[in-house]
């Protein structure tokens, strides 16, 4: 199939250089992705394979979370005390509320556990007097940071949901590139950065993806273009 089909999204080029050479990006457009649907139906109904062997196929991880089961509306998560206060303490960037709500600070308190989160407050703490950021994260770690809450910016009903890290990213990056063909990322790509959760294979550098999406071209990943074919331009 021509991947020339799938344009790249408003405002970004298809194209990007990187130090690994020259590649072309091609997002793919899908409907919501709900809770409960199936992603390797996801992959067969969106993805045009079988996909060239050289090629990477980029899922985001929300789909991956969502479609594990692992988003809910926010009406269904019961903060606690602890979740309400640790939430005080995480930087609200103006991308996305992160930990910086009660109901996300619960579901890192269910995936993290008590006793870190207690300690990345403590050092978040002592470091905000002296205009450091980002420390609470650091310490959290990636499931903590891959966690995400409502946010204006985010379609419905995800504007109203919050959600955990995908499980097993690794495993599930193997299983679908046997279905695809292809290498295959799990990513978390966003105006903050890039972040990879899950590879097919460990010899995928790291630094590759993140220079791939160092623009952010998925931008809105988990809503209309969770899904992006990377071959290396011609």
Known sequence: ?????????????????????????????????????????????????????????????????????????????QPSLLARVLSRFVYRSPYGIGLGSPWTMQLAIEEVGVLRLLFAAACSALTKPFGVRGVFYR????????????????????????????????????????????????????????EVLGKSSSSIPT????QVFRDNPLGQSHESTPLCVVRRAL
């Open 1 to 77: 199939m021509d991947l020339s089909v799938f344009s790249p999204n408003s405002g970004k080029a298809r194209a990007i250089e990187t130090a690994f050479g020259r590649f072309d990006r091609f997002p793919i457009r899908t409907h919501v992705i709900m809770r409960g649907e199936n992603l390797e139906d996801v992959m067969q109904s969106y993805t045009p394979t079988p996909l060239q062997k050289g090629d990477y196929l980029f899922v985001s991880e929300k789909i991956v979370a969502i479609c594990q089961g692992r988003a809910w509306d926010i009406s269904e998560i």
């Open 139 to 194: 310490i959290a770690g990636t499931a903590a940071r891959a966690i995400d809450g409502p946010c204006d910016c985010t379609i419905p009903p995800y504007n109203h949901y919050a959600k955990k890290a995908p499980k097993d990213p690794d495993r599930v990056a193997r299983r679908l590139s046997g279905l695809v063909g292809c290498s295959v990322v799990i990513i978390d790509a966003n105006d903050l950065g890039v």
């Open 207 to 210: 630094s590759f993806c993140k």
